[in-house]
């Protein structure tokens, strides 16, 4: 059985505050509407809470409604058995309506949970909690890995973890540690964590620095800021490596509502407002653009998984800083059909980025990550990974 394992860390998160022009928004609406979906089935979910600003309400048909102050407010819904939506609402600039799909957790995701949590405590970390979009950036990419028989960060569109992840609607992003071929995700973390070997002091401070490249995944693991994290353990019968599993580890400390941004017409210009979180300070914007990336063949991601040498240049490179905004809280663009824009937010805690245009137009239409609804990858325990008849080249 072949087995494989990839870390990629990016240290520039997620999170801005949309409050400028957009086609499609809506003028003074009298309530925000909210659906709680499952997201295998569209189904509602029963007994969800939704909490505006950390006020809840519970809901036990699955849909909410708020009626909110002008401005921007935190959104979160929750419900037992799913991973938690962490979100914002944009008032009365962003969608009156919205449906949030959230991801089931299985068996299998919550004792692996508790197990990325146990190493975390033991190299002097705080616990992580189950991202309802972080979870679902997780399940599609592993998903897609297997479907279409690549093993890298990278996909064959082009976009890199934080972009994928940014674009199918997470304010977050920071670490992926991918593995494929392992028996059980207890194998994969095993091997994640037994990285700490490789580090002079064997220590989670010699994450710090350079020293982190020569233990990766464990470093993703056990970094002190993360606080959320999306996980995906998949069975995809037929692939080369039978078995793929993810890790999205995100620092939360800021919000924006990602509605605002699908709302921004092409050529339109955008004024973005930032919010640190809580307790935070604003020392400086940036404004980053990548051009629109390139699709990468499936032989150049297998051969090259962090596009360190051989993917095409739009794709390797991080979105370049543009121009610092004078202004600590607030920055405009005018969105290109030919471009992706990020907002970076930085902080005395850490740093934010924020998509600035979430659905890009390309010539042959709009790019988006690809999407897999069906749950018949998902190892959800034991059983279920037999029964999916697991292949091992």
């Not at 870390?7 to 086609?23: E, P, Y």
């Not at 909110?68 to 944009?90: D, E, F, I, K, R």
């Not at 990550?369 to 999916?388: G, I, K, L, N, W």
């Amino acid at each position: 059985m072949r087995r494989l394992l990839r870390s990629f860390l990016v240290l520039m998160l997620g999170a801005s505050a949309f409050l400028g022009t957009g086609s499609g928004a809506v003028a003074n609406p009298p309530a925000a509407t909210i659906d709680a979906v499952d997201y295998f089935s569209g189904r509602a979910i029963p007994n969800v809470t939704i909490a505006i600003d950390g006020a809840a309400i519970a809901s036990a048909s699955g849909q909410g409604q708020l009626t909110p102050g002008a401005g921007l407010h935190s959104l979160t819904v929750a419900a037992a058995g799913y991973a938690t939506y962490n979100g914002a609402l944009q008032w009365p600039r962003g969608t009156a309506t919205r449906s949030v799909a959230l991801f089931p957790v299985s068996r299998v995701l919550r004792a692996w949970l508790a197990q990325i949590n146990a190493d975390r405590a033991a190299n002097g970390g705080s616990p992580v909690a189950l991202d309802d979009m972080l979870t679902i950036a997780a399940y599609d990419h592993a998903v897609d890995m297997g479907t279409r028989g690549y093993f890298a960060h990278f996909d064959p569109h082009g976009f890199a973890p934080t972009t994928r992840s940014l674009l199918l609607g997470s304010m977050m992003m920071g670490a992926e540690n991918i593995a494929a071929g392992y028996g059980t995700w207890h194998d994969a973390e095993a091997s994640f964590m037994s990285e700490r070997s490789r580090l002079p002091d064997r220590d989670a401070a010699d994450c710090a620095d350079e020293r982190a490249a020569a233990a990766g995944h464990y470093c993703n693991i056990v970094w002190s800021s993360h606080n959320w994290v999306g996980l995906a353990d998949v069975n995809v019968p037929g692939s080369p490596y039978g078995t793929y599993y993810d890790q999205e580890f995100g620092d939360l400390y800021g919000r924006y509502d990602i509605s605002v941004p699908q709302l921004s017409a092409i050529g339109s210009t955008v004024s973005l407002d930032l919010a640190p979180a809580s307790g935070a300070s604003t020392r400086a914007t940036a404004l980053g653009v990548m051009h629109a990336p390139v699709a990468i063949s499936i032989a150049t991601l297998n051969a090259d998984p962090t596009c360190s040498s051989r993917c095409p240049a739009a794709d390797a490179v991080y979105p370049a800083q543009r121009a610092l905004s004078t202004r600590a809280d607030r920055v405009a663009l005018t969105p290109s059909a030919s471009e992706l824009y990020f907002v970076a937010q930085y902080t005395n805690v850490t740093t934010y980025v924020g998509a600035g245009s979430w659905s890009i137009a390309f010539p042959s239409g709009t790019i988006m990550p690809d999407r897999y609804t069906s749950a018949s990858y998902e190892v959800t325990d034991a059983a279920t990974r037999e029964a999916a008849g697991k292949t091992s080249p």
